[in-house]
């Protein structure tokens, strides 16, 4: 059985080059790519990925912080698969903790991202952390139907 999860991979790693990087990882840890597509971030897609985030942190910067970070940006949607596995929870591994601070130095944050989650909310800023992944078949669901217009 074929399982999938759905991947964005930031500004942030975007202006660093570093999608090509992400995207070998990806394909060297036995994921393979059934669809890809970069895109300019629109308000009210951006806005609706992050819907869940904004409640659960209701902080009154976090939507312009997002705006800020992704609005007009281009960034690259992702769907992986991988043939037997359970692919969301194999990504997040490969790509870390959400804080770069606390990712393993092995993985693609703790290698190429500094920043932490605690300068980010001194800031009122997002988070720069490279890569979003699923974290549930549900949100896999969402997330591919919202990006990739299903």
């Known amino acids: 059985?074929?399982?999938?999860?759905?991947?964005?991979?930031?500004?942030?790693?975007?202006?660093?080059?570093?999608?090509?990087?992400?995207?070998?990882?990806f394909r060297q840890e036995g994921l393979t790519v059934l669809r890809s597509k970069k895109v300019r971030v629109e308000?009210?897609?951006?806005?609706?990925?992050?819907?869940?985030?904004?409640?659960?942190?209701?902080?009154?910067?976090?939507?312009?912080?997002?705006?800020?970070e992704f609005l007009d940006q281009e960034v690259m949607i992702l769907v992986l698969s991988e043939q037997g596995h359970d692919p969301i929870t194999h990504v997040r591994t490969i790509i870390g903790a959400t804080d770069p601070s606390?990712?393993?130095?092995?993985s693609l944050r703790g290698q190429f991202i500094h920043d932490t989650l605690e300068q980010s909310i001194i800031e009122k800023r997002w988070l720069r952390n490279l890569i979003h992944a699923s974290d549930s078949p549900e949100a896999v669901?969402?997330?591919?139907?919202?990006?990739?217009?299903?």
């Open 102 to 106: 606390k990712a393993e130095p092995s």
């Open 141 to 150: 669901v969402k997330e591919t139907a919202l990006w990739f217009d299903r």
């Open 43 to 68: 308000k009210e897609k951006i806005l609706t990925h992050y819907e869940d985030v904004l409640a659960r942190l209701n902080k009154d910067y976090l939507a312009q912080a997002i705006l800020d």
């Open 1 to 25: 059985m074929e399982h999938t999860t759905f991947v964005l991979i930031k500004p942030d790693a975007m202006k660093l080059g570093l999608a090509d990087t992400i995207l070998e990882s």
